[in-house]
Protein backbone atom coordinates (compact mmCIF):
# COMPACT_ATOMS: atom_id res chain seq x y z
CA UNK A 1 0.00 0.00 0.00
CA UNK A 2 1.02 3.11 -1.20
CA UNK A 3 1.53 6.43 1.65
CA UNK A 4 0.54 9.10 -1.24
CA UNK A 5 -1.55 8.59 -4.55
CA UNK A 6 -1.21 11.49 -6.75
CA UNK A 7 -3.77 11.97 -9.21
CA UNK A 8 -2.41 13.98 -12.37
CA UNK A 9 1.51 14.13 -12.48
CA UNK A 10 1.94 17.83 -13.81
CA UNK A 11 4.17 20.78 -11.55
CA UNK A 12 1.54 20.50 -8.23
CA UNK A 13 1.98 16.57 -8.49
CA UNK A 14 5.67 16.52 -8.87
CA UNK A 15 5.87 18.84 -6.03
CA UNK A 16 3.73 16.47 -3.74
CA UNK A 17 5.99 13.84 -5.05
CA UNK A 18 9.23 15.70 -3.96
CA UNK A 19 7.92 16.35 -0.61
CA UNK A 20 6.64 12.92 -0.23
CA UNK A 21 10.24 11.80 -0.94
CA UNK A 22 11.77 13.77 1.67
CA UNK A 23 9.37 12.95 3.98
CA UNK A 24 10.55 9.31 3.66
CA UNK A 25 6.62 8.40 2.38
CA UNK A 26 5.67 6.22 -0.57
CA UNK A 27 4.15 7.58 -3.54
CA UNK A 28 3.10 7.26 -7.21
CA UNK A 29 2.00 9.74 -9.59
CA UNK A 30 -0.76 8.79 -11.92
CA UNK A 31 -1.30 10.45 -15.11
CA UNK A 32 -3.37 9.96 -18.27
CA UNK A 33 -0.84 11.71 -19.82
CA UNK A 34 3.39 12.03 -19.81
CA UNK A 35 4.50 14.10 -17.54
CA UNK A 36 3.01 17.33 -17.37
CA UNK A 37 0.94 16.71 -19.90
CA UNK A 38 -0.93 20.19 -19.46
CA UNK A 39 2.33 21.99 -20.92
CA UNK A 40 1.89 19.89 -24.25
CA UNK A 41 -1.34 21.83 -25.04
CA UNK A 42 0.52 25.09 -24.64
CA UNK A 43 1.12 26.88 -28.24
CA UNK A 44 4.60 25.53 -29.29
CA UNK A 45 6.55 29.30 -29.07
CA UNK A 46 4.55 29.86 -25.92
CA UNK A 47 6.59 32.23 -23.42
CA UNK A 48 5.20 32.01 -19.76
CA UNK A 49 4.34 34.82 -17.64
CA UNK A 50 5.97 33.78 -14.80
CA UNK A 51 9.59 34.24 -14.07
CA UNK A 52 11.51 30.57 -13.84
CA UNK A 53 12.02 31.38 -10.42
CA UNK A 54 8.06 31.33 -9.78
CA UNK A 55 7.72 27.43 -11.94
CA UNK A 56 10.38 25.39 -9.74
CA UNK A 57 9.90 22.73 -7.70
CA UNK A 58 11.63 20.93 -4.70
CA UNK A 59 14.37 23.84 -5.16
CA UNK A 60 15.69 22.48 -8.19
CA UNK A 61 17.11 26.07 -10.03
CA UNK A 62 15.50 26.75 -13.15
CA UNK A 63 18.10 27.80 -15.69
CA UNK A 64 16.17 29.74 -18.94
CA UNK A 65 18.05 31.39 -22.16
CA UNK A 66 15.80 34.59 -21.49
CA UNK A 67 13.97 36.46 -18.67
CA UNK A 68 11.17 34.57 -18.83
CA UNK A 69 10.80 30.59 -19.47
CA UNK A 70 9.27 28.98 -23.08
CA UNK A 71 7.61 25.77 -23.18
CA UNK A 72 10.27 23.70 -24.46
CA UNK A 73 12.16 25.21 -21.51
CA UNK A 74 9.46 24.05 -18.96
CA UNK A 75 8.80 20.80 -20.44
CA UNK A 76 12.46 19.77 -20.03
CA UNK A 77 12.68 21.37 -16.58
CA UNK A 78 9.98 19.09 -15.12
CA UNK A 79 11.37 15.95 -17.04
CA UNK A 80 14.50 16.94 -15.16
CA UNK A 81 12.85 17.21 -11.51
CA UNK A 82 11.16 13.88 -11.83
CA UNK A 83 14.32 12.28 -12.61
CA UNK A 84 16.46 14.00 -9.99
CA UNK A 85 14.40 12.72 -7.63
CA UNK A 86 13.64 9.75 -9.01
CA UNK A 87 9.96 10.24 -8.72
CA UNK A 88 7.69 6.94 -9.38
CA UNK A 89 5.24 8.80 -12.38
CA UNK A 90 3.71 6.15 -13.81
CA UNK A 91 2.18 7.75 -17.04
CA UNK A 92 -0.50 6.78 -19.27
CA UNK A 93 -2.52 5.73 -16.78
CA UNK A 94 -5.74 7.35 -16.36
CA UNK A 95 -7.45 6.90 -13.13
CA UNK A 96 -11.57 6.24 -13.70
CA UNK A 97 -12.32 5.34 -9.74
CA UNK A 98 -11.34 6.42 -6.34
CA UNK A 99 -13.17 4.81 -3.48
CA UNK A 100 -13.16 4.70 0.07
CA UNK A 101 -11.43 1.12 1.41
CA UNK A 102 -10.79 -0.37 5.06
CA UNK A 103 -7.40 1.70 5.47
CA UNK A 104 -7.70 4.52 2.97
CA UNK A 105 -8.45 4.38 -0.86
CA UNK A 106 -8.97 2.13 -3.50
CA UNK A 107 -7.73 3.16 -7.09
CA UNK A 108 -8.63 2.00 -10.37
CA UNK A 109 -6.32 2.80 -13.33
CA UNK A 110 -6.03 1.91 -16.79
CA UNK A 111 -3.25 1.60 -19.23
CA UNK A 112 -4.06 1.65 -23.05
CA UNK A 113 -1.34 -1.21 -23.05
CA UNK A 114 -2.68 -3.27 -20.85
CA UNK A 115 -6.03 -5.26 -21.28
CA UNK A 116 -7.32 -5.24 -17.61
CA UNK A 117 -7.42 -1.81 -14.94
CA UNK A 118 -4.94 -2.11 -12.14
CA UNK A 119 -5.90 -1.31 -8.60
CA UNK A 120 -4.05 0.12 -6.25
CA UNK A 121 -4.20 1.16 -3.01
CA UNK A 122 -3.02 4.10 -0.64
CA UNK A 123 -3.61 5.67 2.67
CA UNK A 124 -3.81 9.03 1.16
CA UNK A 125 -5.11 10.57 -2.47
CA UNK A 126 -3.99 14.14 -3.61
CA UNK A 127 -5.93 15.40 -6.60
CA UNK A 128 -3.68 17.34 -8.53
CA UNK A 129 -5.34 17.02 -12.37
CA UNK A 130 -5.26 21.20 -12.56
CA UNK A 131 -8.04 22.44 -15.29
CA UNK A 132 -6.34 22.73 -18.46
CA UNK A 133 -7.93 19.96 -19.88
CA UNK A 134 -11.69 20.84 -19.76
CA UNK A 135 -12.35 23.57 -21.39
CA UNK A 136 -15.48 26.06 -20.50
CA UNK A 137 -18.04 25.24 -23.23
CA UNK A 138 -19.55 27.65 -25.66
CA UNK A 139 -22.89 25.93 -24.71
CA UNK A 140 -24.02 26.42 -28.52
CA UNK A 141 -24.93 24.40 -31.61
CA UNK A 142 -22.43 23.33 -33.82
CA UNK A 143 -19.94 23.50 -31.18
CA UNK A 144 -19.11 19.70 -31.40
CA UNK A 145 -18.14 20.14 -35.24
CA UNK A 146 -14.35 18.98 -36.77
CA UNK A 147 -13.26 22.36 -37.53
CA UNK A 148 -13.82 23.75 -33.89
CA UNK A 149 -11.46 23.64 -31.18
CA UNK A 150 -10.92 24.85 -27.64
CA UNK A 151 -6.69 24.56 -28.24
CA UNK A 152 -4.13 26.51 -29.77
CA UNK A 153 -0.65 24.81 -30.59
CA UNK A 154 0.31 26.94 -33.49
CA UNK A 155 -0.73 28.93 -36.09
CA UNK A 156 0.80 26.91 -39.73
CA UNK A 157 -2.50 25.03 -40.23
CA UNK A 158 -4.46 28.37 -40.74
CA UNK A 159 -2.03 30.07 -43.50
CA UNK A 160 -4.73 31.81 -46.00
CA UNK A 161 -7.65 30.65 -44.03
CA UNK A 162 -10.45 32.23 -42.06
CA UNK A 163 -10.26 31.92 -38.57
CA UNK A 164 -12.62 33.03 -36.05
CA UNK A 165 -11.56 33.47 -32.27
CA UNK A 166 -13.38 33.66 -29.25
CA UNK A 167 -11.98 35.30 -26.33
CA UNK A 168 -10.80 38.19 -24.98
CA UNK A 169 -8.07 36.73 -22.54
CA UNK A 170 -4.00 36.01 -22.95
CA UNK A 171 -4.65 32.66 -24.48
CA UNK A 172 -7.06 34.16 -27.55
CA UNK A 173 -4.84 37.68 -28.10
CA UNK A 174 -1.96 35.34 -28.93
CA UNK A 175 -3.83 32.91 -31.10
CA UNK A 176 -4.98 35.88 -33.26
CA UNK A 177 -1.39 37.39 -33.34
CA UNK A 178 0.19 34.38 -34.44
CA UNK A 179 -2.59 33.65 -36.65
CA UNK A 180 -2.24 37.40 -37.95
CA UNK A 181 1.78 37.26 -38.35
CA UNK A 182 1.06 33.71 -40.51
CA UNK A 183 -1.26 35.21 -42.94
CA UNK A 184 -4.66 34.01 -41.30
CA UNK A 185 -7.86 36.25 -42.01
CA UNK A 186 -8.65 36.62 -38.20
CA UNK A 187 -11.67 37.97 -36.55
CA UNK A 188 -12.12 37.92 -32.96
CA UNK A 189 -15.36 38.01 -30.98
CA UNK A 190 -15.19 39.24 -27.24
CA UNK A 191 -18.52 39.63 -24.57
CA UNK A 192 -16.26 43.18 -23.61
CA UNK A 193 -15.81 45.99 -25.12
CA UNK A 194 -12.09 45.80 -24.73
CA UNK A 195 -9.36 42.73 -23.82
CA UNK A 196 -9.03 41.04 -20.94
CA UNK A 197 -7.30 43.16 -18.13
CA UNK A 198 -5.20 39.79 -17.47
CA UNK A 199 -3.48 40.31 -21.11
CA UNK A 200 0.78 39.71 -21.10
CA UNK A 201 1.68 43.67 -21.11
CA UNK A 202 4.14 42.85 -23.72
CA UNK A 203 1.64 41.41 -26.02
CA UNK A 204 -0.93 44.22 -25.59
CA UNK A 205 0.07 47.37 -27.42
CA UNK A 206 0.88 44.81 -30.31
CA UNK A 207 -2.73 43.63 -30.56
CA UNK A 208 -4.09 46.52 -29.81
CA UNK A 209 -2.32 48.09 -32.74
CA UNK A 210 -3.38 45.65 -34.94
CA UNK A 211 -6.88 46.10 -34.36
CA UNK A 212 -6.56 49.48 -34.97
CA UNK A 213 -5.37 49.54 -38.59
CA UNK A 214 -7.50 46.13 -39.11
CA UNK A 215 -5.05 43.57 -39.61
CA UNK A 216 -7.28 41.73 -37.07
CA UNK A 217 -10.98 42.50 -37.05
CA UNK A 218 -12.68 42.55 -34.05
CA UNK A 219 -16.66 42.13 -32.99
CA UNK A 220 -17.01 43.83 -29.48
CA UNK A 221 -19.96 43.22 -26.70
CA UNK A 222 -20.61 40.59 -28.88
CA UNK A 223 -21.69 36.46 -28.67
CA UNK A 224 -21.90 33.03 -30.63
CA UNK A 225 -24.99 31.64 -30.92
CA UNK A 226 -24.37 29.16 -33.33
CA UNK A 227 -21.28 27.83 -35.19
CA UNK A 228 -22.17 26.03 -38.89
CA UNK A 229 -19.94 24.50 -41.12
CA UNK A 230 -18.88 27.37 -42.90
CA UNK A 231 -20.09 30.58 -40.79
CA UNK A 232 -20.12 31.68 -37.02
CA UNK A 233 -23.25 33.46 -35.88
CA UNK A 234 -22.81 36.12 -33.35
CA UNK A 235 -25.50 38.33 -31.78
CA UNK A 236 -24.57 41.95 -30.26
CA UNK A 237 -25.24 42.58 -26.09
CA UNK A 238 -26.47 45.86 -26.67
CA UNK A 239 -28.71 45.52 -29.62
CA UNK A 240 -29.29 41.70 -30.19
CA UNK A 241 -28.15 42.16 -33.69
CA UNK A 242 -26.90 38.94 -35.47
CA UNK A 243 -24.33 38.59 -38.29
CA UNK A 244 -23.20 35.57 -39.60
CA UNK A 245 -18.82 35.57 -39.64
CA UNK A 246 -17.19 33.57 -42.56
CA UNK A 247 -14.95 30.87 -40.60
CA UNK A 248 -13.26 28.16 -41.90
CA UNK A 249 -11.79 27.25 -38.23
CA UNK A 250 -12.97 28.70 -34.85
CA UNK A 251 -11.33 28.83 -32.01
CA UNK A 252 -12.80 29.24 -28.66
CA UNK A 253 -10.17 29.94 -25.96
CA UNK A 254 -12.63 31.18 -23.63
CA UNK A 255 -10.49 29.38 -20.62
CA UNK A 256 -10.35 26.12 -18.89
CA UNK A 257 -12.48 24.47 -15.61
CA UNK A 258 -11.56 21.48 -13.34
CA UNK A 259 -13.20 18.24 -13.54
CA UNK A 260 -14.04 17.35 -10.36
CA UNK A 261 -15.72 14.26 -11.86
CA UNK A 262 -13.48 11.81 -9.47
CA UNK A 263 -13.96 14.01 -6.12
CA UNK A 264 -17.83 13.95 -6.10
CA UNK A 265 -17.46 10.13 -6.75
CA UNK A 266 -15.68 10.01 -3.41
CA UNK A 267 -17.95 11.93 -2.39
CA UNK A 268 -16.44 15.53 -1.90
CA UNK A 269 -18.47 18.41 -0.98
CA UNK A 270 -18.21 21.16 -3.87
CA UNK A 271 -19.69 24.46 -4.11
CA UNK A 272 -21.68 24.48 -7.31
CA UNK A 273 -21.43 28.07 -7.20
CA UNK A 274 -17.59 28.57 -7.42
CA UNK A 275 -16.01 24.78 -8.13
CA UNK A 276 -14.46 24.57 -5.09
CA UNK A 277 -13.94 21.69 -3.07
CA UNK A 278 -14.77 22.44 0.55
CA UNK A 279 -11.56 21.76 2.45
CA UNK A 280 -9.68 22.83 4.89
CA UNK A 281 -7.44 25.85 3.82
CA UNK A 282 -4.73 24.97 6.45
CA UNK A 283 -4.12 21.38 5.45
CA UNK A 284 -5.91 21.63 1.94
CA UNK A 285 -7.53 18.62 3.22
CA UNK A 286 -11.11 17.79 1.80
CA UNK A 287 -14.29 16.26 3.91
CA UNK A 288 -13.82 12.97 2.81
Avoid at 78 to 106: M, T
Avoid at 267 to 285: I, L, S, Y
Wanted: hydrophobic share 40%.
Amino acid sequence: MLDVAVIGAGPCGLAVGVAAKRAHLTCSLFDKGPVVSSLMRYPLYMTFFSTPDKLEVGGVPFVTAAEKPSRREALTYYRKVADYFELDVRQYHEVQGVRRSREGFELTARHPGKTEPETVYARNVVYATGYFESPNPLGVPGEDLPHVSHFFTEAHPYWQQRVVVVGGGNSAVEAALELHRVGARVTLVHFLGEFDRGVKPWILPDATNRVKDGSIAVRWCSRVVEIRRSEVVIRFEMHARLEALPADFVLALTGYRADLTLLRMIGVEVDETTGVPRHDRATMETNV
